[in-house]
């Protein structure tokens, strides 16, 4: 049934009241932003008489920003700082020092953010207001960064180091020896090759994925491997440079704990590019609370994306794991 030309009018009205009721709403809310480009320095005394700021530009003179700056802000979503100013930067929506090696303020109310892999540390007061769940996953991640960032001497666990006089096997005492099995001997080769002391562990870690995929190639196998097979297959490819893929997840598994890390070999399947699934394993490595896939032979016959890899961002997925077997020397 058609409307009346009266009745189109009435609703014509009505959306237009409407309309305008909103716009007077939209004008009547107070400002939500704040800028900081006359100042060079923010305190808890800067944004106390305005709770409900969402975002703040700070500017090019603030030469100075306490751990109580942002305390209270719940309102709090973004801030952002001149590309000019020399002590502060933002990514992200959230604060950080020039280099980003410390989180300064994570707005309470952004609900996500990227973390820069060069964060280290978090300043007191930097979660304030924060969910406890995010709070958590922040921390994790920038406790994973600061473990990884570490140098070799500051590793606290069993490891590989470089001295004066070659790589040497570094006891939880910290007394060093040689390497004493053949296992740690091909290990330190591919350390000693691809790493030097002045690299981060995490640096080293990279280095010696490359250097491994690099060096290493496929060999088509029919057996499938049982028992404590992990030392026989890692040294096998070690010392031949050809393995399938239990020989390179069992291999890097060590190269990995030569590093310093917890490292286990994983069995399972993924998908086939004949379609289906295949069985196929791969080496996972724990960062701080978090355990993560490095597939040096797929890396290898894919050309890249195997490191450092989820469950949920591994490029074959899904990937199923059915066993798992932690490495040591």
């Not at 470089?162 to 007394?175: C, F, M, R």
């Not at 994925?209 to 040294?235: M, Q």
């Not at 591994?314 to 990937?319: G, L």
Request: glycine content about 6%; hydrophobic content about 35%; proline content about 3%.
């Amino acid at each position: 049934m058609k409307k009346s030309v009266q009745e189109t009018n009435r609703i014509g009205i009505k959306w237009k009241v409407c309309i305008a009721l909103m716009v007077a709403a939209v004008l009547l809310i107070p400002a939500a932003r704040a800028s900081a480009s006359d100042l060079t320095r923010i305190d808890s005394s800067t944004f106390r008489r305005s709770p409900s700021i969402s975002t703040i530009h700070i500017g090019s003179d603030v030469t100075e920003i306490t751990a109580e700056a942002f305390k209270g802000l719940m309102n709090l979503r973004s801030i952002t700082v001149s590309e000019n100013n020399m002590f502060y930067t933002s990514y992200s929506n959230c604060l950080y020092n020039k280099d980003c090696s410390e989180l300064l303020c994570f707005p309470a109310a952004l609900s996500g953010a990227m973390i820069p892999e060069s964060t280290v540390s978090i300043r007191e007061n930097a979660l304030y207001g924060v969910s406890d769940s995010l709070r958590e996953q922040v921390r994790d991640v920038v406790d994973a960064q600061a473990r990884e960032n570490v140098m070799e001497w500051q590793v606290p666990e069993e490891r590989f180091v470089h001295t004066a006089s070659g790589l040497k096997w570094k006891n939880a005492d910290g007394i060093l020896s040689d390497p004493d099995t053949e296992l740690k001997k091909l290990v330190a080769s591919v350390i000693d090759s691809s790493t030097t002391a002045d690299m981060s562990q995490k640096k080293q870690l990279q280095k010696c994925f490359d250097f491994f995929v690099a060096t290493s190639s496929y060999e088509r196998k029919t057996d499938y491997p049982s028992g404590n097979w992990a030392p026989d297959y890692a040294k096998e490819i070690l010392s031949t440079g050809k393995g399938n893929c239990y020989n390179y997840a069992a291999a890097f598994a060590y190269v990995a704990k030569g590093l310093g890390y917890d490292a286990r070999v994983c069995t399972g399947t993924v998908m086939s590019s004949l379609g289906g699934r295949a069985p196929h394993a791969w080496t996972e490595i724990r960062m701080g609370n978090n355990w993560y896939i490095f597939d040096t032979e797929m890396q290898g016959a894919k050309g890249s994306g195997y490191y450092k890899q989820t469950y949920d961002t591994y490029p074959a997925k899904p990937i199923q794991q059915l066993t798992s077997l932690a490495v040591s020397f």
